[in-house]
């Protein structure tokens, strides 16, 4: 015969689910999201790639007449050190967040924001002392939409910093995890990234 089934055995609660291994899945879904956008955003640095590469391989006359272009300057080479450099800044400031120094995670992560700020700051200073504007040609046109684009997503990456940094003031906010500082920290990298060949395209490019 077969041993009947204690009542105590029905009122036993079901297992509940790892709270670590929810957090793990809610990241993995969110950076997968987060990188899926990063495709389309390089998608369309890309196509903005591929017609400066055409036009300039392809243009009779890529300068108008007494129009330089942009040049290699010494406020440029700054700017672009502080930005790139701001990824090794962004870096520290996630992996001191992983180790919960939220003194150490602030300073670094602001420390990011005010170097994207100073490279906002000297682009617009360097578009105020060019000798050509939007309409000037075709370098115009494309100096000043890979440049405009790629500080858009500058400004937007200093928004979504000052979001995190608000949101570490919360009491227990990243106790549950930090995905959203990861992927700021990825998207901050992505704009170093593509800063690399827009600098390339339009500046090296143009000095030689």
Do not use: C
Request: proline fraction near 5%; hydrophobic fraction near 50%; charged fraction near 10%.
């Amino acid at each position: 015969m077969e041993s009947p089934i204690h009542p105590n055995h029905l009122q036993q609660p079901l297992p509940q689910p790892d709270g670590s291994a929810h957090i793990e899945d809610e990241r993995s879904k969110v950076m997968f999201g987060f990188t899926i956008f990063l495709l389309s955003e390089s998608i369309i640095f890309v196509s903005f790639f591929v017609t400066l590469i055409a036009l300039k391989l392809t243009a009779h006359q890529w300068l108008p007449p007494g129009v330089s272009g942009p040049e290699i300057t010494t406020p440029v080479i700054i700017n672009t050190v502080v930005l790139l450099s701001s990824s090794i800044v962004i870096y520290f400031a996630e992996r001191a967040l992983e180790r919960n120094h939220l003194g150490k995670f602030r300073l670094l992560w602001l420390t990011t924001s005010a170097m994207g700020a100073y490279f906002l700051v000297g682009e617009i200073k360097e578009w105020l002392g060019l000798n050509f504007g939007v309409s000037t040609g075709l370098v115009g046109a494309t100096f000043y939409l890979l440049t405009g684009f790629h500080g858009l997503h500058v400004t937007a990456g200093i928004i979504l910093q000052m979001i995190m940094l608000a949101r570490s003031f919360i009491p227990g906010n990243y106790n549950h995890g930090r995905y959203g500082v990861s992927a700021v920290s990825l998207f901050w990298h992505f704009v170093d990234a593509i800063w690399i060949f827009v600098f390339s395209l339009l500046y090296l490019w143009q000095a030689t």
